[in-house]
């Protein structure tokens, strides 16, 4: 083999090793984010669960209704339509003796 070939030969190599290496740390990214995410969605509906157990809380405020009251307070920490989500899935996952609490279409 002629010295230009084999040095043409190792770059291919290279690239190809290159291009394989950052599409793994890029699918191994992608899942360690979503893992994130997962975990922060659990904490949040945690956060609902004890806000909707806050019965005290939720007579200072005013309110008159526990699904409410976790509305308005996960609704200053996201947007409400994620709050909306977050108290739904909880309700779902770690407290279902709040569902009955839940406005019709929430479910």
């Known amino acids: 083999m002629y010295p230009k070939q084999l040095h043409t030969r190792q770059y291919t190599v290279a690239t190809i090793t290159t291009m394989a290496t950052a599409a793994l740390v890029a699918w191994c990214g ?3 984010a979503h893992a994130g995410t997962d975990h922060a ?11 909707m ?41 770690d407290c279902p003796n709040h569902a009955a609490a ?6």
């Open 41 to 51: 969605d659990n904490n949040h509906e945690r956060e609902a669960c004890a806000l």
């Open 102 to 107: 839940l406005p019709y279409g929430w479910s």
């Open 53 to 93: 157990d806050d019965y005290p809380g939720m007579l200072r405020t005013g309110a008159f209704d526990i699904v409410a009251y976790a509305f308005a307070v996960l609704s200053t920490e996201m947007p409400p339509t994620d709050a909306a989500h977050v108290i739904a899935a909880a309700t779902h996952d």
């Open 30 to 32: 992608s899942g360690l």
